[in-house]
């Protein structure tokens, strides 16, 4: 059995169809990851194989104002279900992020490149992957940029939006990799199915701006949206942002075969099924 801890999120919804009758799923109703009594309970009495955290605090900006909460969340909650991994000797998959990068170092990110995260938010998950290696046995997976059928998301908010004006500002100096839910699960399953462990990173492939995510949005869509640059100083928002955090995936290819598809590609697949 895979455990997936956070099922009714974005990821873990595309997660449990994807695994189907291998998966079982757990939500904030049925584990309080903050809570060792529940997460030793819960673990203890399904034994899972591999148990896949989807569950943390995402709020970006909410983090830095509420710094205890995401640590207990993103940080301390991967700590207990490591260590509940570990009583029953399965798989740790912990969902992490390009957050724990400053994005200073211009060209993509490996693996093995020193983290030094900007952000409350970043801190938290950082301090979740150190937890994570609390399981003799973990999967450590950076992503970024997320978006999916089954929760809010910068697809969803420009195609909103993009139905009300005829144009938005968009920042223009923050570089990523836009992932769709459903290749990023497919990435982790084959992580999972290859046996690896240790730190992986898993996005879509190729990169842009936010403002080029947008433009891309609108094209595909059919909706005449003139999309504006700004800046992510112009944008002030509480915290702050890594400016160039594109994830090399190169290790993931290598490693299960796995090649995930084009940014734009995953878009035009996404708005087909939305």
């Not at 994570?132 to 195609?159: D, S």
Request: with cysteine.
């Amino acid at each position: 059995m895979i455990l997936v801890v956070g099922a009714n999120g974005m990821l873990g919804h595309d997660l449990m169809t994807l695994l189907g009758d291998q998966g079982h799923g757990v939500d904030i109703a049925d584990i309080d990851i903050t809570s060792p009594e529940s997460v030793f309970t819960v673990i203890g009495a399904l034994k899972p194989e591999v148990v896949i955290n989807c569950a943390a605090y995402t709020d970006v900006d909410g983090c830095e104002s509420d710094a205890e909460t995401a640590m207990a969340v993103n940080g301390e909650g991967v700590a207990y279900l490591a260590m509940a991994c570990r009583d029953i000797g399965a798989l740790l998959v912990q969902i992490s992020t390009d957050y724990v990068f400053d994005g200073g170092k211009g060209t993509p990110y490996v693996e093995d490149d020193a983290p030094c995260p900007l952000s409350v938010y970043g801190e938290s998950k950082l301090a979740g992957e150190m937890n994570a290696a609390f399981a003799p046995e973990y999967l450590i997976v950076r992503t970024q940029w997320l978006y999916g059928l089954h929760g809010k998301n910068f697809v969803e908010t420009m195609l909103h939006l993009g139905a009300e004006k005829n144009e938005v500002l968009v920042v223009d100096d923050q570089i990523g990799s836009p992932t769709w839910t459903v290749d990023l699960s497919q990435a982790i399953v084959a992580l999972i199915d290859s046996g690896c462990r240790g730190i992986y990173h898993a996005a879509n492939s190729e990169y842009c701006s936010w403002n080029d995510f947008a433009a891309a949005i609108f094209e595909e869509s059919g909706l005449n949206v003139i999309v504006k640059p700004m800046t992510t100083t112009e944008l002030n928002r509480p915290a702050c942002r890594p400016l160039y955090s594109t994830l090399e995936c190169a290790k993931l290819r290598a490693e299960t075969g796995f090649h995930p598809q084009s940014w734009r590609t995953a878009l035009q697949e996404y708005l087909k099924l939305r």
